[in-house]
């Protein structure tokens, strides 16, 4: 009688492992079989108003945060006609999503104009200033050359220089201040005034010494 409850318990015993190896090889076969869409499936994040967005770029494309996507500073939104940086608007080319979204854009879909946008663009959220990628292939291809401040020619000293409109907020002069900071590190020029003036705003205030 012992025998033959241990016997049992033996047959019980294999075949529940059995069964068991059994459904792993079938799990196994079936993650492998949608593997080719599972991948791209988690890098698509549902945005505002049903778009899917899919971005390869986390140093200078859109970033999602809290159920919405940024591109530097600026919301960004894309609709079935049009890009939403912020509040300004612009019109969805396949060539300035392939220079928003991707680490190596494909050169034959963008035009000048998506170009000119896009260094638009840049120059309005200040997303290639939030990284230090600097020798990266969208960088060197088309960031440095499309943010390239050039010279102004003669300048009108009787002209009143603009004044600098400063965050009234300490930690919005630090977090503005290492945005300018690392775009001069970058190779851009222009910033000097406003970081001469938001490092003084910030000695003033005794936040710096």
């Known amino acids: 009688m012992t025998e033959d409850i241990i016997q049992a318990t033996a047959a019980v015993k294999a075949k529940y492992k059995q069964l068991k190896e059994e459904r792993a090889a079938r799990q196994e ?12 499936l988690k890098k698509m994040v549902p945005a505002e108003l049903g778009e899917e967005i ?33 509040r300004l608007e612009f019109p969805r080319t396949e060539g300035l999503l392939e220079l928003i979204h991707r680490r190596v854009p494909n050169k034959d879909l963008i035009t000048p104009a998506d170009e000119t946008t ?21 960088y060197t291809k088309y960031i ?36 300018l900071v690392a775009s001069s590190s970058a190779g851009h020029t222009g910033h000097e005034r406003e970081i001469s003036a938001i490092i003084s705003k910030l000695r003033a205030t005794g936040y710096i010494l």
């Open 118 to 138: 896009y260094g638009d663009i840049l120059k309005e959220t200040q997303a290639h200033a939030q990284t230090t990628s600097f020798k990266s292939h969208k």
């Open 29 to 40: 076969e079936a993650t492998s079989a949608l593997q080719p869409l599972i991948e791209p």
């Open 54 to 86: 899919f971005t390869d770029d986390a140093n200078f494309g859109p970033r999602f945060v809290n159920g919405k996507y940024y591109m530097g500073n600026k919301r960004y939104v894309v609709t079935d006609q049009a890009i939403k940086i912020g």
């Open 144 to 179: 440095k050359r499309l943010t390239k401040i050039t010279g102004r020619g003669l300048v009108d000293c009787n002209r009143r220089r603009k004044k600098i409109n400063l965050p009234s907020d300490p930690n919005d002069q630090c977090e503005r201040l290492r945005l």
